[in-house]
């Protein structure tokens, strides 16, 4: 249990290498606990996605927008998305302990056991959500480069993807050293989505770890992977 906790809580480069399925079963580990040690480490970027979010949608019409949580985990930013008025939401994690967690707050219509790679998750449709979150989700051995494609097809032209990265992941995570920032840039370029802002915070969690929260408007849920994911392999 102390070796999951470490690498769930500490020392996250120890996830790099290991598979989907292991990495899951770190967190699986560890649900119970979760909240508990990301509260005490006083966590925020849950808090300040959730706040992005419900600064872009209308009162009145937040009960309608269907946002899909990726790396959805224990729930804790769907919670925070829930407080604010949001009533469908789905999350997306590939851990069953964490979804069992999740699940006993009543804040998800769905929950998906799937990891977010880039590839297709068959389940859910184009243009599914008026909206995509994601909050703790980019670090190591979690969301690769090319799930944002995938993100930019499951959201409707016209919808919301807001998620937030703290500043040293863009270059101590190896996935997304030179490639990360590059490719959200290229995807802008090529018409894919248009950056609404990016709002910087200084405390992610632990009261330091600076980081951005990124809202993007999609434009076009039309995503030629193999194109992209060719692309991120001669950024390598």
């Known amino acids: 249990m102390e070796n999951a906790r470490n690498i769930a809580f500490k020392d996250f480069g120890k996830r790099d290498g290991m ?20 509260t005490t480490r ?10 992005g979010v419900a600064d872009y949608f209308q009162a009145d019409v937040m009960g309608f927008v269907r946002i899909l949580d990726v790396g959805a985990g224990t729930g804790m930013l769907a919670e925070q998305l829930w407080t604010r008025g949001f009533r469908q939401i789905d999350g997306l994690d590939p851990s069953t302990g964490m ?7 009543g804040v998800y219509t769905d ?9 297709t998750i068959g389940k859910l449709a184009t243009d599914s959500y008026d909206g995509l979150v994601a909050a703790a989700a980019f670090n190591t051995g979690l969301l690769p480069c090319a799930a944002l494609l995938e993100m930019a097809r499951l959201v409707k032209p016209g919808g919301l993807i807001c998620f937030g990265i703290p500043h040293a992941c ?17 995807m802008e370029l090529d018409g894919m989505w248009k950056l609404l802002d990016k709002k910087h915070h200084d405390d992610f969690y632990d009261n330091a770890n600076p980081g951005n929260v990124f809202r ?4 076009a849920s039309d995503v030629d992977v193999k194109y992209y994911v060719e692309k991120l392999c001669h950024a390598c």
């Open 111 to 119: 929950y998906y056991l799937e990891f977010m790679d880039g590839h």
């Open 19 to 38: 598979t989907t399925g292991q990495v899951a079963d770190v967190f699986t580990k560890v649900a119970d606990t979760y909240d508990e040690v990301w």
């Open 216 to 219: 993007y408007i999609v434009h």
């Open 42 to 51: 006083n966590h925020r970027g849950h808090i300040y996605v959730a706040e």
């Open 170 to 186: 863009f270059t101590d995570v190896k996935e997304y050293n030179n490639r990360l920032e590059p490719l959200m840039q290229r």
């Open 99 to 105: 979804m069992t967690e999740a699940m006993k707050k």
